[in-house]
């Protein structure tokens, strides 16, 4: 009994990444440094940005929850203590605080390929 309780916890923590995430080129955590001076954001929905920091270097910050006021056209600040951006900060937008939940290196966004 206690085996197969084993056996199943392993396979659980085997399971891939959820398909709703964008590929990343590293799955472990990072923070984007320099956040005064980065070049560009884009929306992904409601649960995140893609962020081009000021090396060209692109990284996607997920929200804990849906962050139901992102938007592409809204006006967006990150909260980034030390000013760098990581997992402990957030997003604001129009006002509501959006905590972050991961912050990771990934690809350009489609139709960013060639910036």
Do not use: N
């Not at 940005?49 to 000021?54: P, S």
């Not at 030390?82 to 905590?99: I, Q």
């Amino acid at each position: 009994m206690i085996r197969q309780a084993m056996a199943s916890l392993l396979l659980l923590g085997a399971e891939p990444a959820p398909a709703d995430q964008p590929a990343t080129d590293e799955s472990r955590e990072v923070r984007i440094p320099r956040m005064a001076s980065f070049l560009e954001w884009v929306a992904d929905g409601d649960r995140g940005v893609f962020v081009r920091g000021d090396t060209g270097k692109w990284y996607y910050a997920r929200t804990q929850s849906p962050c139901p006021r992102l938007r592409p056209d809204v006006a967006l600040s990150f909260v980034a203590p030390g000013g760098e951006l990581d997992r402990h900060g957030a997003l604001r937008v129009e006002g509501w605080r959006c905590p972050l939940d991961s912050v990771t290196e990934t690809e350009a966004p489609p139709g960013h390929e060639d910036h």
